[in-house]
């Protein structure tokens, strides 16, 4: 069965850092690019970055770019998501997902993990 | 402002058929593939239709997608209250190297 669980979410103050985890099992984590994906709380899905299996790709989000690290330990089938520079409008539940070949797109998702930025 | 269009809402009786419409354009829906994902309240997100018009294993085949140019459509037959979600289209975009979503479509079994 493949599952995926983040955690690491939490309160922070604006301006401050937290570090997203995700620990997958149920597939070989190795061979599948992942995504960061997050939902506002009320608001629609926004994606957040993409890396590929060997993460010689990585994409970001315009609004998280400069801000935001996405990386990954295939040996520990975990994926990361460094976040800095916190904005109250980075508010949001976070979901890891598994992507489908080349598409891009998520398959499966983890149950996510709330981040909120308030002071 | 999503990069890709969808009705805030739609509605329709338990058995009937409802349509779910998705416009995007040139660097997006035009030559990716599109995604439908059907989130029930408080939970994650799960694929419903993947490369236009394909079912993953257990979803029923009241679920089809379909893809015409710049917009594609999800379409529910056999309406059941349990179906009652917001469904969202996704797809990569070329031009801004990342995926998009649809802002979203909240159905209402009536």
């Known amino acids: 069965e493949v599952q995926l669980v983040e955690s690491g979410g939490g309160l922070v103050k604006p301006g401050g850092s937290l570090r997203l985890s995700c620990v997958v099992s149920g597939f070989t984590f190795r061979s599948y690019s992942m995504n960061w994906v997050r939902q506002a709380p009320g608001k629609g899905l926004e994606w957040v970055s993409f890396?590929?299996?060997?993460?010689?790709?990585?994409y970001y989000s315009d609004s998280v770019k400069g801000r935001f690290t996405i990386s990954r330990d295939n040996a520990k089938n975990s994926l990361y998501l460094q976040m800095n520079s916190l904005r109250a409008e980075d508010t949001a539940v976070y979901y890891c997902?598994?992507?489908?070949?080349?598409?891009?797109?998520?398959?499966?998702w983890g149950q996510g993990t709330l981040v909120t930025v308030s002071s | 402002q999503s990069v890709l269009t969808q009705p805030p809402s739609v509605s329709a009786a338990p058995g009937q058929k409802v349509t779910i419409s998705c416009s995007g354009s040139?660097?997006?829906?035009?030559?990716?593939?599109v995604f439908w994902y059907q989130q029930l309240p408080g939970t994650a997100p799960k694929l419903l239709i993947y490369d236009n018009n394909k079912r993953p294993s257990g979803i029923p085949d009241r679920f089809s997608g379909s893809k015409s140019g710049t917009s594609a459509t999800l379409g529910i037959t056999g309406l059941q209250t349990g179906d009652e979600a917001d469904y969202y289209c996704?797809?990569?975009?070329?031009?801004?190297?990342?995926?998009?979503f649809g802002g979203g479509t909240k159905l209402t079994v009536l």
């Open positions: 890396i590929s299996s060997d993460s010689s790709d990585i």
């Open positions: 996704g797809t990569w975009d070329n031009s801004l190297s990342g995926v998009v």
């Open positions: 040139s660097s997006n829906v035009e030559i990716n593939s």
């Open positions: 997902a598994r992507v489908l070949g080349r598409s891009g797109l998520s398959v499966y």
